[in-house]
């Protein structure tokens, strides 16, 4: 088993920014996968960042040029930097970390991140 570990997450005013950060204590061989989705109240789940352990990394169509994940040099921790946050950012964001062969990532029980007007 995985346990994942994530903090950051808060209230804020639009404009603002916010750092999430998810670690693990465990990390396994091989390509490995870690970032974040989010999913607000009537929406539906989306994903906001991912990283590769062979440093590529992806963002959703709405977060690029916002937001920045980053990772640690040791692997067990993924970081989010999140910048000109808006009310539409509002959700509650998971971290999670897929390993070789696995059909599903293990997930961390989320980070609720509020944006105000």
């Known amino acids: 088993q995985v346990e994942l570990v994530e903090s950051g997450g808060g209230l804020v005013q639009a404009g603002g920014s916010l750092r999430l950060s998810c670690h693990t204590a465990r990390i396994f061989d091989g390509i490995t996968e870690m970032g974040w989705h989010r999913q607000a109240p009537g929406k539906q789940r989306e994903l906001v960042a991912r990283?590769?352990?062979?440093?590529?990394?992806a963002y959703g169509e709405s977060m690029k040029g916002r937001f920045a994940i980053s990772g640690d040099h040791d692997g067990n921790t993924v970081y989010l930097q999140m910048n000109k946050l808006a009310p539409e950012d509002t959700g509650l964001y998971s971290c999670y970390y897929f390993v070789p062969y696995s059909k599903e990532p293990y997930w961390g029980q989320g980070t609720q991140v509020t944006v105000s007007s």
């Open positions: 990283l590769t352990s062979n440093g590529s990394a």
